[in-house]
């Protein structure tokens, strides 16, 4: 247990910390960053947004809320899934990677002040090995279809 309590504890500092970083240099919310980020490393910038949703740990439905202000931001927009109509994918703009690239630095610097620099090269070896098999067997079953190509 006190391993957990500490992993719990170590994460939401660190949370805490890269949010306020990225909100007080860049005016953007460390969700919104991650975001920018699942949808900055897809191809053709767009991901199915329930995908995107547990891409981010979030329900579809706090999924939507924090799309839905990114969207009026110019972030991001949504296009409709030709193969499932149901299915909505969630496209970065260029405003939108425009903005991730921007955040990127601080966020990065972030990451390393408050996490990165604390371990040894043996330490983020092991963590990596452990974190890897633990994610690894909580993921659930097959991603959700329409693989919709441009």
């Known amino acids: 247990m006190a391993v957990w309590q500490s ?3 170590a ?11 990225l909100e007080e240099e860049r005016e953007m919310p460390v969700g919104w960053y991650s975001v920018l980020l699942n949808l900055s490393q897809a191809p053709d910038g767009k991901v199915r947004m329930q995908d995107l ?6 329900s579809f439905s706090g999924m939507t809320r924090l ?30 990677r425009e903005a991730f ?11 390393h002040e408050h996490f990165a620099r604390h ?15 633990i994610v690894a067997a909580s993921v659930p079953g097959s991603p959700h279809g329409c693989d919709e190509a441009e």
Do not use: Q, W, Y
């Not at 994460?11 to 970083?21: C, P, S, T």
């Not at 949703?53 to 979030?58: G, K, S």
């Not at 371990?119 to 890897?132: F, N, R």
């Open 53 to 58: 949703a547990e891409a981010v740990l979030l």
């Open 11 to 21: 994460h939401a500092g660190v949370a805490v910390a890269l949010n306020k970083e």
């Open 101 to 111: 690239k921007n955040a990127a630095p601080v966020h990065i610097r972030g990451i």
């Open 7 to 9: 992993f719990l504890k």
């Open 119 to 133: 371990l040894t090269d043996d330490e983020v070896a092991v963590l990596e090995a452990a974190l890897g098999r």
């Open 67 to 96: 799309f839905d202000r990114m969207e009026t931001s110019g972030l991001v927009k949504r296009k409709a899934c030709s193969e499932d109509r149901r299915g909505i994918f969630a496209v970065i703009t260029p405003e939108g």
